[in-house]
C-alpha cells in the first residue's frame, strides 16, 4: 500500500490505523483476513453489478474474483468522511495475470456498524484495462 500521496485524510487516527490494516488485508488477497473486517450482514457493491448480500456470499464472490489478477496494491490520493462512513478515491495498481501492470483510479464507499465492522462497500471504477 501507497500512502505518501495521501492529500486529505477526515478519519480520526485510530480508524485511519484499522482501515490501513483493512487496506492490507485487501491487498493481501487473503479473504479470511479481509473476513475478519466484515459485519454478517454486509454488502458490497462494484458498479452497476447487483450486490452481494451477506458475509458469506461477499467473502465467495471476492476470492473468486481475486483470482483474476496477480496482485493489488492501493495508492491512497484522500479519505473523505466521518470514522463511520468515508470515501476513499485511490489509484489502484494490479498486475494482470499474464504479468502486465495496470493502474486504475477507484472510488469506495464505506460505512461501518458500532462494532467498527463493515456493513456496506460501495466501489466504482473501470476495470476493463485488468482483462483486456
Given amino acids: 500500500m501507497i500512502t505518501d500521496n495521501l492529500r486529505i485524510n477526515q478519519l480520526s487516527p485510530e480508524t485511519y490505523e484499522w482501515y490501513l490494516k483493512y ?5 493481501s488477497l487473503d479473504i479470511k483476513v479481509y473476513g475478519k473486517f466484515l459485519a454478517q450482514d454486509c454488502s458490497v457493491l462494484s458498479n452497476n453489478n447487483p450486490p452481494m448480500e451477506g458475509k458469506q456470499v461477499v467473502m465467495l464472490g471476492l476470492a473468486a474474483y481475486w483470482k483474476t489478477f ?4 492501493h495508492d491512497l490520493l484522500n479519505i473523505y468522511g466521518r470514522d463511520s462512513s468515508f470515501v476513499l478515491e485511490a489509484l489502484n495498481h494490479y498486475k ?3 504479468g502486465q501492470l495496470v493502474t486504475i483510479r477507484a472510488v469506495a464507499f464505506t460505512d461501518r456498524n458500532k462494532e467498527g465492522l463493515v456493513t456496506s462497500v460501495r ?3 473501470d476495470t476493463t484495462p485488468v482483462f483486456t
Fill in 23 to 27: 487496506l492490507e488485508a485487501l491487498d
Fill in 70 to 73: 496477480a496482485s493489488l496494491e
Fill in 96 to 98: 494482470r495475470t499474464d
Fill in 123 to 125: 466501489f466504482y471504477t
